[in-house]
């Protein structure tokens, strides 16, 4: 008999159809389910661009709230 080895687990990448994955994700970057799909249609699977996409719309609003203000960011 052959025995084979399970397949790998691409650590990498997001796979939406394992649910254990979504939810630690989620969890990890808090946001919710609806967004997490959205950005992965918007941008892929690849953990790190989610990652980045995330932090970037976070940013967005405090941006929004300093340009009413008259702040400005160095750099």
């Known amino acids: ?3 084979s080895r399970p397949p790998r687990v691409i650590r990498t990448t997001l796979d939406l159809a394992d649910a254990k994955q ?3 994700v ?3 970057l808090k946001i919710s389910d609806a967004d997490l799909i959205r950005i992965v ?3 892929g699977n690849s ?3 989610i990652e980045k996409e995330v932090q970037l ?3 967005e609003p405090a ?3 300093s340009a009413k203000s008259g702040l400005t960011f160095p750099g």
């Open 41 to 43: 249609e918007k941008i």
């Open 63 to 65: 941006e929004q709230c």
């Open 26 to 28: 989620r969890r990890r």
């Open 57 to 59: 719309e976070k940013l």
């Open 1 to 3: 008999m052959l025995c």
């Open 47 to 49: 953990l790190t661009a």
């Open 22 to 24: 979504v939810k630690s």
